[in-house]
């Protein structure tokens, strides 16, 4: 048999060098986050969100601070008595100012503390709508890359497939090889095609999407510089971080928060039945210019001023405080119960992001053996072809079973780094530093 022309690794190196060298306008995945931050509408709703509860609980205030209010108001009346015969025709003008200070409402003093409560809750909010934001700008970025990986090393399967074609047709044009051999050189390169046509198309979903999260057109992100050493998870230990979710992750912060708010209505349907104190003072002025019934054409002048303190208990109002808090208990117990599954919850989640992460970095050392195996096995199956104890489809399997590795090995990092961010997710400890340190594995 004719000696096989040497398959050429140059065209893959050209096309990883393409694929891995950081584009001129590339962006980081931390530029990514921060353009995200001012584009996407999920986010900015959250914040909002905060926003509007501070506002309340600033309202919610009002009710132990004093109240005054000023009033005027011209009454013009016409009066007739019949015995003795009196008719006026007058006007009246008054004006005041009245002031209100709340001395116990201890109703006043719950719904204010309700209002700080759900501050607190829409900061929860925000930050589980921050923690999420990174998670899918970073999904996003990775799966571009993930798509530019597969696009290469198809492509580079393709000049592989290629080289190994013309060389089948070489040796049976000369008659060292029979007409299989082209044949199945050539039904694998047309296979090949068509996984680049689909390549090239999941390439441009996939940026789409990034584009439309991030709000930037032509989005480029930059790929992770090879050798690439993972970050360890740390602490190592499932129940530690299980320990932290239930403490620290946004979601049960909130069911704790709603159980907080929960327990403080119930006190404060209790407060229906006790007294309520304020203190009250106005003064106020009534002028009558055409005089009154009492005295007709004589123009007076009435100023009062008052200060006191006006007490009020409610002694029945029909059983509705009986029934309210009724039913602010059954609401309580009911935030008791959601409190207790979003725990549940989320210890599973975090479970299973934390044995994901070390399932993630098995597969990465798996797969990195598998490379140089595949690797080792191609070169000897180009070697047993060109000695005549191999066959073209054995050099086409061993070259598909490369590209597949070399494929499924950066999906498998991308996954470990996309894992350990969901990771501090359901634990409720990812932060921009997680971002930052991801960033810095990156291509400069």
């Known amino acids: 048999m004719t000696s096989l022309r040497p398959f050429s690794l140059s065209v893959l190196f050209l096309a990883l060098g393409a694929a891995l060298g ?87 003093r ?25 998670v899918r700008v970073s999904q996003a970025y990775f799966d571009v890359l993930a798509a530019q990986d597969t696009l290469t090393f198809v492509q580079a399967q393709k000049a592989a497939v290629s080289e190994q074609l013309a060389a089948a047709k070489r040796n049976f044009e000369v008659g060292t090889t029979t007409v299989t051999d082209s044949r199945e050189a050539q039904a694998r390169f047309d296979l090949v095609a068509a996984q680049e046509i689909a390549a090239e198309n999941d390439l441009r979903v996939k940026r789409l999407a990034l584009d439309q999260l991030v709000g930037v057109t032509g989005a480029q992100p930059r790929p992770l510089a090879l050798p690439v050493q993972l970050p360890a998870v740390q602490p190592d230990n499932v129940a530690a971080w299980v320990d932290t979710a239930r403490d620290q992750q946004p979601g049960v912060r909130q069911a704790q928060i709603a159980l907080d708010i929960a327990r403080l209505e119930t006190k404060k349907a209790e407060t229906g039945h006790l007294p309520t104190v304020d203190l009250q003072a106005g003064y106020n002025v009534t002028r009558n210019p055409n005089g009154t019934i009492q005295s007709p054409r004589v123009s007076s002048r009435t100023n009062s001023a008052s200060v006191g303190v006006a007490f009020n208990l409610p002694l029945f109002a029909g059983f509705s405080v009986q029934n309210r808090i009724r039913e602010t208990l059954a ?27 070390q399932s993630g970095k098995g597969q ?43 494929r499924d090995l950066a999906q498998a990092r991308y996954n470990v780094l996309l894992g350990t961010l969901r990771l501090r997710q359901a634990a409720g400890t990812l932060s921009q530093q997680d971002i930052e340190a991801i960033n810095a594995l990156l291509v400069k």
């Not at 719950?110 to 990174?134: K, P």
Request: no cysteine.
């Open 22 to 108: 950081a584009p001129v306008q590339a962006q980081s995945l931390l530029e990514m986050v921060e353009s995200a931050r001012t584009y996407d509408t999920t986010w900015q709703s959250a914040r909002a969100q905060l926003d509007a509860a501070s506002r309340r609980a600033d309202q919610a205030r009002a009710g132990l601070l004093p109240s005054a209010a000023l009033s005027a108001g011209l009454n013009r009346s016409n009066v007739e008595l019949s015995r003795p015969p009196v008719e006026n025709t007058g006007t009246t003008q008054t004006v005041g100012v009245n002031a209100s200070q709340p001395l116990y409402r201890p109703a006043n």
């Open 110 to 134: 719950i719904s204010y503390q309700q209002g700080q409560r759900s501050v607190d809750v829409a900061q929860a909010q925000l930050e589980a709508a921050t923690q999420d934001l990174l």
């Open 331 to 357: 609401l309580e117990e009911k935030a008791t119960a959601d409190l207790e599954t979003t725990r549940r919850n989320v210890a599973q989640s975090t479970r299973a992001a934390f044995f994901g992460v």
């Open 364 to 406: 990465v050392q798996a797969l990195e053996a598998a490379e140089a195996s595949s690797q080792s096995a191609l070169d000897a199956n180009r070697l047993g072809y060109q000695v005549g104890v191999r066959i073209n489809i054995d050099v086409l399997n061993a070259q598909s079973q490369l590209f597949q590795t070399k």
